[in-house]
């Protein structure tokens, strides 16, 4: 009997715009920058790849590829690819950030 694995797309899981956040903000709160684009590219999927990378200014190959696990996006495409989510970034300091 062969067992044949079922393709796991994370992009299904996380539909809203919370959910959405959600992730985006633990990838960012980590610092990783891989995570950080791999959940950026999650949320494109969810969205619908073609219209965020056109609503981006870049190619669909060239996000796809910007946002792969090996991918390591210019700040400018995050950027893009923020506005095109309809996302925008916040700055606080640090718990731990002296005074």
């Known amino acids: 009997m062969t067992v044949e694995p079922i393709p796991f797309e994370a992009s299904e899981f996380f539909e809203t715009v919370d959910s959405q956040a959600l992730l985006l903000s633990d990838a960012l709160e980590t610092g ?7 959940a950026f590219g999650v949320i494109a ?3 619908g790849m073609t219209g965020i990378a056109r609503d981006a200014g870049v ?6 590829k910007a ?7 210019k700040l400018s ?4 690819v923020a506005k095109a989510l309809g996302l925008k970034f916040t700055v606080v ?7």
């Not at 990783?32 to 791999?38: N, P, Q």
């Open 32 to 38: 990783d920058c891989a995570y950080i684009a791999h």
């Open 45 to 47: 999927k969810a969205r």
């Open 59 to 64: 190619t669909r190959e060239a996000l796809y």
């Open 67 to 73: 946002l792969s696990e090996k991918g390591d996006p």
């Open 77 to 80: 495409t995050l950027l893009g």
């Open 93 to 99: 300091p640090a718990s731990d950030a002296a005074e």
